[in-house]
C-alpha cells in the first residue's frame, strides 16, 4: 500500500522546513521501538539505518551520495529486497509477525525518503499504525504505557510541521499535545465505555506458530521439569466460593493416555477436535460424581479463569470440573470423555470464563476405559512391549502380593515413600528405558517421573490407567489466586471400581509438594524462577502488587467485552440500546464537553466571577442603548444618567435613583448591608423600567434646556443614599 | 520695585456646617467672579487638595479680584506680589538687616510670610526670582542667611502668567509648572455677564468688602475630609489608563507624560472636587473635571494648549464599557 506512495518521487507539495526533521526522527524512533525487541535483529538495524541515513541527508544536503541512496527509485529497491528477505527469513509472508516487519521497514523508508508536508502527514499516520501493530503481540497495561511517547510524538510532529514558522521550542508542541489529549480523554473513555463492542476480534489474523510456554499434549520424561522453571503466568483464578484447601488444588489440563516406553501423548492426536464429547453435563447428571451408593453431594466450588493465551485448545478447571465455561465472549467449549475441558479455537487471546467444579478426586463412568461409544479410543492399559522390563516385572510381582486393585495402588504409594527417592528438578538424564532407569536406579526424579512410573506399573498389573497433566497449587495474590507455569504438574488416574481415582504420587515422595507448594519442596539449590520461591523480599512483594494492577487492567479494560457492556446498560436501565441511542449519546456528550472545554477558555471565568454591580450596569447600558441612547466610550456613568434625564424627562426620577445606585455601587465601598439593600432595590427599579420600545416613543425631542435634572440634583441624591 | 500690599483679616463670624459652608463660600465667590464658578471651583479645590493655582490669561480679566476674594471669604492673610523683571529673590523671602540700635541682624518677612500670596505675571520675572518662589510652594518654609522659617499651614500661591506669546516674558519651564496642582484660564465672559459686570463697578472693591464665611480650622477640617473621600479600584484602572495615554510617543509637545506625582496630584484634587459636589466617593466625571486643569500645563507649558490636548486624551479612553 505504502509501495504507491513510495515510487512518488520528487516530492510535490510544500517541501518540510529542517526544524521538523527531529520532530519526525523521533516519532519514526518511538514508533518502532516497542518492536525493536520482537523482530529479527537485521530488521531492527535496518529500520534503524534508514532513519539514520535520511537524517544525514537532511544535515548534508550537498552530499549526492546520500540523496541518491535515499530517493524514491533506491527505497522502492530496498523494500523490494525487504519482502524477499522476510519472506526468506519466515518462510511466509502473509501473516501478523512478516506483514508487521515489512510495516516496520516501510516507515523507515518513507522518513528516509520525506521531502514535503504531504509526505510527512503520511508518514504520521504510518506511524500511528506501526505503534497500534504493537497490540497485536501484546494488550498490557506496559505495552499502553510504551506507545505514551509516540503518542505525545505524533501529535508534536503534526503541530510542527503545520506551523507556518518554524519553532525551536521543544515544550510548545508537546503541551499542546498533551491538551488536547487530556480535553479527548472524557470523550475517549466514553467511547470505550458505550460504543457498541464486536463479540470477537474484528479480524481474525492469519495464526502464526508462537512459541509460547505451556503444558503441551505430549510428555517425555524431563518436559514439565523444564516447564517449572519458567516463572510466566499460565492463569489467574478468582474465587467466588472460599478458596479450596491445597491438597484439592489440582487443576486438570490434557490427558495423557498414549504410551509408547518413552513419550506420553493424548489419545488422538490426529483429531482433537473430532473427539467426542459428553452428552451431558455432570452438573445435572450427578451419576459421573457420585458414587452409587452414597448420597451426599461433594463440595462445589465457583470461579472465574483468566488464561493467558497459549494456542492450544485445553481450558483449565479444578479437578471435576461441572460444567461449561460460561464465557461473554461466546467461546464454544466443551467436555470431552476423558474430562478436559476443550475450546473450539486455540486460545491465542487472553480468555476469561466462569467455571464450576466438584472437589472431588475421582468421577465415575458408566463405560469401561478404553472404549467410548463402542469404539476403542486409545490404550489406557496394558504394557508396551520390550521396552521398560524390569518395570514390568516388578508390576508381576506387586500383582501377586496384592490381589486387590486398591490395595496394589497403595503399596506402590507405599513403596515411592519408604524407598530412597529423591524429588528433583534435575534428574538424571534418561536413556532407552527411562522408567526403568528412574525406578530402580537413579531414584531421582520431577513429577512427571513418578507419575509416568505409577501408570506403567498400574497399566502392567493390568489396572487401567493414565497421566493427568495440568497445574497444582497456586498463589493468593490479595484477592486472586495466580498460577504459574511453575506449579505445572503431572499425576495419575486409576480405573478401580468403576470410577477414575487420582492417585499423586509425587505427593508420597514430597508431600510438601502438594501442601506447602513447589517451591517448599525442592531445595533451594534447584533452579526454580525466584517468583515460586517463598520468600518477603520487597522484589517479590513489588512483583506481585504488579500482577495485580495488570490483573486489574485484564480484568477491566482488555476484558471489556459485549457481555459486559449489556451489563452496563441493563444496570443504567437501557437493556437494549438501538445504535441511534449509543450515537446521540456520544454525539450530546461530546458536544456538551466541547461547549464547557470552549466556554472555559472564553468568558466562563469572567461571567461567573463578574459581580452583580457590573452585570445590573451592562442591563442599564443595554436599556439605553435599545432606547436609542448610545453611551459615549469615554462618558461616566453621572453625565449618562443627565444625558437620559434629558431625553426622557418623564422618567428623570427612575433615571436619578438608577444612575446614583449605580454610582455607589460601583464606586464606593458600601458596607455587605447597605450593598445588598442597593443591589436589591436597583434591580428593582430596572424591573420596573418600561420597555426600551416605550422609552424610545416617549424620548424628549425638543430642547434641552428643558431637562429638569442637574448636577446638584444627583449629587444631593448620593448623600441621601450614602 | 515691586509693590506689596496687605489684605485684612478678618476672623470668621459664624461658620456653619462644614458642608453648608463650602457651598456659601463657593456661592460667595461665584458673585464675585460673575460667570467663572468652574473656575472658583477648581481654584477653592486646589486649595483643599494642598496645591497651587497657576491662571493663565490676558491682563484684566479678574485673576486677582479672584486671589483676594479667596483671602476674604476664607479669612486667610492674603499678599500680592508682582513680579518684574528686576525682581530679586530677597523682594519675595525677606532680608536681613542690619539695626543700629540693637546692632544686630533683624530678619524683614517677605511678602511670602502669608496664606494666600497672589504671584502676579510671574513669567515676568527672571528665573532667580522665579525660584526662590517655587522653592517656597514645594516646601512651605523658606532659608534665609542660613535661617529657615515657617510658612502659615494654609500657604497658598496663585500666580497668573502672561501667555508666553508676549514680549518680555520668561516662560517658566515645565519642571516648575509641576509645581503648580492646577492650572487654569479665566477667559472673556459671556455678553450678558459682562455687562451685568460693567454694570456693578469695580470687582475689586466688591472683593474687598465680601464678608469672611470660613475660618483656617474649617480648611483643615475640609483637607481631612477629603482625604477620607473613597476612591474604587477600577477608578484608579481608569487613572493609570489615562496617566498611560500622555506617556505614549507623540502625546505630549514636551516628550514628557504625566508623573507618578501627577497621578497621586489628580487623585488628591478629584477627591477635593468629589468634596465640593457633597459626595463621599470619587466617580468618573470628577477626574474628568480636574484631569484638563492638571494636566494640562504639565504636558504642554501652556493651560490653553493644554486643555483642547486633554480633552481628546478623555475622549479617547473607554471609561465602564
Request: proline residues 7%; glycine residues 6%.
Amino acid at each position: 500500500m505504502a509501495l504507491i506512495s513510495l515510487s512518488v518521487s520528487p516530492a510535490k507539495g510544500e517541501s518540510l522546513s529542517v526544524a521538523t526533521v527531529p520532530w519526525l526522527a523521533a516519532l519514526v524512533m518511538l514508533a518502532q521501538m516497542p518492536h525493536y525487541l520482537y523482530l529479527p535483529w537485521w530488521v531492527s538495524l535496518a529500520g534503524a539505518t534508514l532513519v539514520v541515513l535520511g537524517v544525514a541527508r537532511w544535515r548534508h544536503p550537498d552530499m549526492r551520495w546520500l540523496t541518491l541512496l535515499t530517493n524514491g527509485w533506491s527505497l522502492t529497491l530496498a523494500a523490494a529486497i525487504a519482502v524477499v528477505l522476510i519472506k526468506a527469513h519466515y518462510g511466509y509472508f502473509i501473516g501478523r509477525d512478516p506483514c508487521v516487519a515489512f510495516l516496520f521497514l516501510l516507515v523507515s523508508c518513507k522518513f528516509a525518503e520525506s521531502r514535503s508536508i504531504k509526505d510527512a502527514t503520511l508518514l504520521i499516520c504510518l506511524s500511528a499504525f506501526l505503534l497500534s501493530t504493537r497490540y497485536f503481540y501484546s494488550q498490557s497495561l506496559i505495552s499502553g504505557i510504551v506507545t505514551v511517547p509516540a503518542v505525545l510524538a505524533i501529535g508534536g510532529a503534526f503541530y510542527v510541521i503545520r506551523q507556518k514558522k518554524p519553532t525551536s521550542s521543544l515544550t510548545e508542541p508537546l503541551a499542546i499535545t498533551g491538551k488536547l489529549l487530556l480535553q479527548g480523554l472524557p470523550i475517549a473513555a466514553l467511547l470505550f465505555v458505550i460504543f457498541p463492542r464486536l463479540p470477537g476480534p474484528l479480524w481474525s489474523l492469519p495464526h502464526d506458530s508462537a512459541a509460547t510456554t505451556g503444558l503441551s499434549d505430549s510428555m517425555t520424561l524431563g518436559s514439565i521439569s523444564e516447564l517449572s522453571q519458567s516463572g510466566a503466568v499460565a492463569f489467574r483464578v478468582d474465587f467466588d466460593t472460599p478458596v479450596p484447601n491445597a491438597q484439592s488444588l489440582y487443576w486438570r489440563g490434557p490427558v495423557l493416555s498414549q504410551f509408547d516406553g518413552r513419550t506420553w501423548s493424548q489419545n488422538n492426536l490426529q483429531s482433537l477436535s473430532s473427539q467426542q464429547s459428553l452428552n451431558f453435563l455432570p452438573k445435572s447428571d450427578k451419576r459421573y460424581l457420585l458414587n452409587p451408593d452414597a448420597s451426599a453431594t461433594p463440595p462445589v466450588t465457583q470461579y472465574t479463569v483468566t488464561l493467558e493465551p497459549h494456542q492450544r485448545h485445553w481450558l483449565f478447571a479444578l479437578d471435576v470440573p461441572a460444567s461449561l465455561p460460561v464465557n461473554d465472549a461466546g467461546t464454544q467449549a466443551r467436555l470431552s470423555h476423558d474430562f478436559q475441558l476443550l475450546s473450539a479455537t486455540p486460545v491465542s487471546d487472553t480468555l476469561r470464563y466462569q467455571q464450576t467444579s466438584f472437589l472431588q478426586d475421582r468421577y465415575y463412568d458408566t463405560q469401561p476405559p478404553g472404549r467410548v461409544d463402542g469404539q476403542v479410543s486409545g490404550q489406557v492399559s496394558g504394557p508396551v512391549s520390550g521396552k521398560n522390563q524390569r518395570t514390568h516385572q516388578f508390576a508381576r510381582q506387586l500383582r501377586q502380593q496384592y490381589p486387590d486393585d486398591t490395595d496394589l495402588a497403595n503399596a506402590m504409594l507405599r513403596w515411592f515413600a519408604e524407598e530412597p527417592y529423591f524429588y528433583t528438578l534435575r534428574p538424571t538424564l534418561a536413556g532407552d528405558n527411562p522408567v526403568d532407569e528412574f525406578l530402580f536406579d537413579s531414584l531421582r526424579g520431577f513429577c512427571e517421573h513418578y507419575a509416568a512410573a505409577f501408570t506403567v506399573v498400574m497399566r502392567a498389573a493390568g489396572i487401567p490407567a493414565r497421566i493427568v497433566t495440568g497445574y497444582q497449587g497456586g498463589e493468593m495474590n490479595g484477592e486472586y489466586m495466580i498460577v504459574r507455569q511453575s506449579d505445572a504438574h503431572a499425576w495419575a488416574e486409576v480405573w478401580i471400581d468403576n470410577a477414575w481415582r487420582r492417585y499423586d504420587p509425587t505427593a508420597a515422595v514430597a508431600p510438601s509438594r502438594v501442601e506447602a507448594g513447589i517451591g517448599a519442596a525442592l531445595p533451594s539449590d534447584e533452579p526454580l524462577p525466584t517468583l515460586a520461591r517463598f520468600d518477603t523480599s520487597w522484589l517479590r512483594a513489588a512483583h506481585l502488587r504488579w500482577d495485580s494492577v495488570n490483573y486489574q487492567w485484564q480484568q477491566w479494560v482488555v476484558d471489556f467485552n459485549t457481555g459486559k457492556q449489556q451489563n452496563l446498560w441493563r444496570k443504567l436501565g437501557f437493556p437494549n440500546p438501538s445504535p441511534l441511542h449509543v450515537a446521540l449519546v456520544v454525539i450530546g456528550a461530546a458536544a456538551l464537553w466541547s461547549l464547557l472545554l470552549l466556554r472555559g477558555q472564553w468568558s466562563w471565568r469572567p461571567l461567573r466571577r463578574r459581580p452583580p454591580e457590573d452585570r445590573l450596569w451592562e442591563r442599564w447600558l443595554r436599556h439605553l442603548q435599545l432606547s436609542g441612547l448610545e453611551k459615549l466610550s469615554h462618558e461616566g456613568p453621572q453625565d449618562l444618567g443627565q444625558r437620559a434625564a434629558k431625553a426622557w424627562p418623564v422618567h428623570q426620577n427612575s433615571i436619578l435613583s438608577i444612575t446614583s445606585a449605580l454610582v455607589t455601587l460601583r464606586y464606593s465601598s458600601p458596607i455587605p448591608v447597605a450593598r445588598n439593600r442597593l443591589v436589591t432595590t436597583l434591580k428593582r427599579d430596572l424591573n420596573s423600567l418600561p420597555s426600551p420600545k416605550e422609552w424610545r416613543q416617549s424620548t424628549n425631542h425638543r430642547d434641552n434646556n428643558k431637562a429638569t435634572l442637574t448636577l446638584s440634583d444627583l449629587n444631593g441624591h448620593y448623600t441621601d443614599r450614602v | 520695585m515691586n509693590t506689596t500690599s496687605d489684605i485684612a483679616i478678618h476672623p470668621a463670624s459664624h461658620p456653619a456646617s462644614d458642608g453648608h459652608a463650602l457651598d456659601q463660600v463657593v456661592d460667595a465667590l461665584g458673585a464675585i467672579l460673575i460667570g467663572k464658578e468652574h473656575q472658583v471651583r477648581l481654584a477653592v479645590a486646589t486649595l483643599i487638595a494642598e496645591g497651587h493655582l497657576l491662571i493663565e490669561d490676558v491682563p484684566g480679566v479678574g485673576k486677582t479680584t479672584l486671589a483676594h476674594a479667596l483671602g476674604h471669604v476664607l479669612a486667610l492673610p492674603a499678599r500680592r506680589v508682582q513680579f518684574t523683571s528686576d525682581l530679586l529673590p530677597g523682594d519675595i523671602t525677606g532680608l536681613s538687616m542690619f539695626n543700629t540700635d540693637t546692632r544686630e541682624f533683624d530678619f524683614k518677612p517677605g511678602p511670602v510670610f502669608t496664606s494666600v500670596l497672589l504671584a502676579d505675571e510671574i513669567n515676568r520675572a527672571p528665573p532667580r526670582a522665579q525660584s526662590a518662589l517655587l522653592e517656597a510652594m514645594e516646601e512651605k518654609q523658606v532659608t534665609v542667611d542660613g535661617t529657615t522659617y515657617t510658612l502659615p499651614e494654609h500657604f497658598f500661591v496663585i500666580a497668573t502668567q502672561n501667555p508666553t506669546d508676549q514680549l518680555g516674558a520668561y516662560p517658566l519651564p515645565e519642571s516648575q509648572l509641576d509645581r503648580f496642582l492646577t492650572g487654569i484660564t479665566l477667559g472673556y465672559l459671556a455678553p450678558e455677564e459682562e455687562k451685568a459686570l460693567l454694570a456693578g463697578g469695580s470687582r475689586l472693591s466688591v472683593a474687598q468688602q465680601a464678608n469672611p464665611l470660613s475660618n483656617p480650622e474649617q480648611i483643615s477640617r475640609w483637607r481631612a475630609q477629603a482625604s477620607k473621600i473613597t476612591v474604587a479600584d477600577r477608578l484608579l484602572d481608569y487613572v493609570l489608563a489615562l496617566l498611560n495615554e500622555t506617556r505614549k510617543q507623540g502625546v505630549a509637545p514636551g516628550g514628557h507624560g504625566l508623573s507618578p506625582r501627577a497621578g497621586l496630584k489628580l487623585i488628591a484634587i478629584a477627591r477635593a472636587w468629589a468634596l465640593l459636589n457633597h459626595r463621599t466617593m470619587v466617580i468618573p466625571e470628577d477626574i474628568q473635571a480636574v484631569f484638563g486643569p492638571v494636566a494640562g500645563h504639565r504636558l504642554t507649558g501652556s493651560v490653553k494648549a493644554g486643555k483642547t490636548l486633554c480633552q481628546s486624551i478623555i475622549e479617547r479612553i473607554p471609561l465602564d464599557q
